[in-house]
């Protein structure tokens, strides 16, 4: 099996076609890592994403400093990895935000059914706080994986 360093532009490009990623968060020297869906932003090199208030944004809220994996695998000798390190930002409902928002919102957009899973456990009668947010990239690695058939 041959492994292979990606350049910048092909991890871009990975970020750009998939939507599904986990995110590692620490409070207190304890780990969290979640699943999470988010949408990649060419312009700004960076992740949007929204949560309902809970374990992940309230510590991310304390500690912005995250790491974000994202797999495209196929077999287990032809994978692609990325790992990102990058910062938390809430991007709040305010006027100063509206651009900021409107483009998350834009790019959730163009995914079907994008608010699942952030809000897929909402009941009907439940009406948690949505956070929307970025994860804005402050560096990242990629490998990709194949088999040599030789």
């Given amino acids: 099996m041959l492994i292979h360093e990606l350049t910048p532009i ?3 490009e990975v970020l750009s076609r998939t939507n599904l990623g986990r995110l590692a968060c620490t409070r207190a020297e304890q780990p969290y890592v979640v699943p ?3 949408a990649y932003d060419t312009d700004s090199n960076c992740l949007f994403s929204f949560s309902t208030i809970g374990k992940k944004v309230d510590w991310m809220r304390e500690n912005p400093k995250v790491c974000v994996e994202v797999e495209d695998v196929a077999d287990r000798f032809h994978w692609t990895t990325i790992v990102i390190f990058g910062r938390y930002e ?3 409902d305010s006027p100063e935000h509206k651009d900021l928002r409107q483009r998350a919102h834009d ?13 897929a456990k909402l009941g009907r009668s439940e009406h948690h706080a949505v956070v929307v947010y970025r994860i804005v990239i402050d560096s ?3 490998r990709r994986a194949a088999r040599d058939w030789k």
């Avoid at 790019?107 to 809000?119: C, H, I, N, S, V």
């Fill in 90 to 92: 809430e991007i709040a």
């Fill in 36 to 38: 999470v869906s988010f």
């Fill in 107 to 119: 790019l959730f957009a163009e995914r079907a059914e994008w608010w699942f899973p952030g809000a």
């Fill in 10 to 12: 092909a991890c871009r």
């Fill in 140 to 142: 990242m690695t990629g």
